[in-house]
């Protein structure tokens, strides 16, 4: 139930949605397994696997959760098996096989093989807290945030978001290590991307690095601007912050993680719903933290 990565897009107008209201819409387009001849499928499913509601609300935010099922059905077997099906058929009529006639063949083993294959079962994570304006989606990068958005959007009819940072905040990250103007609450580690502005796109990425080293300040000086950067906030959590302000690499401390230590191992449900009420808090908190540190509030 802990995110891992964020995406985190702001709601341009109010949403009036309950729990309810958003199961019953969701329910439309719930998960069903492909069909023998699909090659893949996605639809809502319950955010806890032992459940069966499609929402899960808890401390004013809604969790729910995106499956997507794919059918694996490599090429490389597919091409073996035309090129075995080619060769007997040369073989017997002493004719090449033309391209129209391979193509057919190919379409006809997928369509023989794509119900023997198997399927890989992959989830993407988010919340909705309409207190807070945010939709908030555990995504390592767009693509798969815009398949969650666009899914929902197309189950509740209208979905007016646009991303937290509409701008890069390249330059923010960089002031922040070139004059040592860090927010208070944030910490260096020791990892950082640099990307040079000119055309050689030139990239230095350090990992085990102080970043307040002389030869960091030199890549600085020669104009290179900060793309990702490790911090530490509040000791709360530790990431990786992109220049478009994804999260990457979200790791909650064990201070956090723990504080839901006490409820039974058998009262699961209620560990799950504790700890996204947690972690939820502390995502939404860390998201306001940097809304007000990178002025983002303005770009509305």
């Known amino acids: 139930m802990w995110f891992k990565n964020l995406k985190v897009y702001t709601l341009t107008q109010s949403?009036?949605?309950?729990?309810e209201e958003l199961e019953d819409q969701l329910a439309q387009s719930s998960f069903r397994p492909c069909g023998n001849q699909d090659t893949a499928s996605m639809g809502w499913t319950s955010p806890f696997k032992q459940g069966v509601?499609?929402?899960?609300?808890?401390?004013?935010?809604?969790?729910?959760?995106?499956?997507?099922?794919?059918?694996?059905?490599?090429?490389?077997?597919?091409?073996?098996?035309?090129?075995?099906?080619?060769?007997?058929?040369?073989?017997?009529?002493?004719?090449?096989?033309?391209?129209?006639?391979?193509?057919?063949?190919?379409?006809?083993?997928?369509?023989?093989?794509?119900?023997?294959?198997?399927?890989?079962d992959s989830y993407t994570m988010g919340f909705i807290s309409l207190k807070d304006s945010l939709v908030v989606i555990d995504a390592a990068n767009d693509g798969k945030a815009e398949a969650f958005l666009a899914h929902l959007r197309k189950s509740i009819g209208s979905l007016p978001v646009v991303p937290l940072a509409r701008r890069s905040i390249s330059a923010d990250m960089t002031d922040w290590l070139k004059n040592d103007n860090l927010p208070a609450d944030m910490e260096l580690l020791?990892?950082?991307?640099?990307?040079?502005?000119?055309?050689?796109?030139?990239?230095i990425k350090c990992k085990h690095q102080a970043l307040d080293a002389e030869e960091i300040q030199l890549h600085l000086s020669s104009g290179k601007l900060v793309q990702?950067?490790?911090?530490?906030?509040?000791?709360?959590?530790?990431?990786?912050l992109q220049e478009d302000l994804s999260i990457k690499r979200l790791k909650f401390s064990d201070v956090v993680r723990e504080q839901n230590e006490d409820i039974p191992k058998d009262q699961q449900l209620a560990r799950l719903d504790a700890d996204f009420c947690l972690m939820s808090a502390e995502a939404i908190r860390f998201i306001k933290a940097l809304d007000q540190a990178l002025n983002l509030s303005e770009q509305n």
């Open 15 to 19: 949403l009036k949605l309950s729990a």
């Open 53 to 120: 509601s499609l929402v899960h609300a808890g401390d004013g935010k809604l969790l729910i959760s995106l499956k997507k099922q794919e059918r694996i059905l490599p090429a490389s077997v597919v091409n073996a098996e035309l090129d075995e099906r080619v060769e007997k058929i040369e073989q017997e009529t002493g004719s090449p096989v033309g391209k129209k006639a391979k193509q057919d063949l190919k379409q006809e083993i997928v369509h023989q093989l794509l119900p023997k294959s198997f399927t890989r």
């Open 190 to 203: 020791e990892e950082a991307e640099f990307k040079s502005p000119d055309e050689s796109g030139a990239i």
């Open 228 to 240: 990702k950067l490790a911090i530490e906030w509040d000791d709360t959590l530790t990431t990786l």
